[in-house]
């Protein structure tokens, strides 16, 4: 599973608190994703990063920032946790138009 | 919005029967990935087509890419209670500056009753 971790694994949080999710691999992929999986909407890309500190808007982008200092870490940040950010987070990574190999999820919970 | 249609929501089998899922693309793609993700875990790459009309296959499961590379099939023959999960398409649009992301479908989850 290309060596990605993803912390915490679960969080619950209170609405307005800034939440941040980690995501790291360990084998030099280039590209890295954030997605968040809801029932019946799928798997919905939040952002997006093509490098070092190259980072780009997915289609649901509000709300979120990322940040990406090191090839191997993704960080994921929720300004103001809102209820409707309840959700399962999948990091994913990839080297281009070829497969992405996804992390373990985070399941956060925002009361 | 979504331009990735996959067909059915939710399918119900009985152990030993096949089962398919379409996946329908409105614009031409460069290349559809299939993913599997079993209940409570993350989404594994199964296989990726590329070519028009190609079909591959692994075991049990047979892949489909269409002639126009806007449509997408998988084919569980004699389906088994490890084949229970959600089957993801995602596709890549034809075309430059669109190949980081990928459009993914709704997913198809499957049930299979031993």
């Known amino acids: 599973d290309a060596g990605i971790t993803q912390s915490p694994r679960h969080k619950v949080t209170e609405t307005g608190t800034p939440v941040t999710l980690r995501c790291h691999q360990t084998?030099?992929?280039?590209?890295m994703y954030w997605y968040r999986q809801d029932p019946g909407h799928g798997l919905r890309l939040i952002h997006y990063?093509?490098?070092?500190?190259?980072?780009d808007k997915g289609e649901v982008s509000d709300g979120y920032s990322v940040s990406r200092s090191k090839t191997e870490d993704f960080l994921l940040t929720l300004e103001s946790a809102t209820s409707s950010q309840t959700s399962v987070y999948f990091c994913a990574v990839g080297r281009g138009e070829e497969t992405q190999y996804f992390g373990p999820g985070t399941r956060l919970l925002v009361l | 919005g979504q331009q990735v249609m996959q067909i059915p929501q939710y399918q119900h089998v009985q152990e030993g029967e096949d089962f398919t899922t379409y996946c329908n693309s409105s614009?031409?793609?460069?290349?559809i990935q299939w993913y599997k993700q079993r209940p409570g875990g993350h989404p594994v790459f199964l296989i990726q087509?590329?070519?028009s009309g190609e079909v591959k296959k692994q075991k049990r499961l047979t892949f489909q890419f269409g002639e126009a590379k806007k449509n997408s099939s998988l084919h569980i023959t004699a389906t088994q209670t490890t084949d229970v999960g959600t089957y993801f398409c995602a596709g890549r649009r034809s075309g430059a500056g669109n190949n980081r992301k990928l459009i993914w479908g709704l997913g198809t989850s499957l049930a299979v009753n031993p």
């Open positions: 084998e030099n992929h280039r590209y």
């Open positions: 990063s093509y490098g070092v500190k190259d980072t």
């Open positions: 614009t031409t793609l460069s290349n």
């Open positions: 087509l590329v070519k």
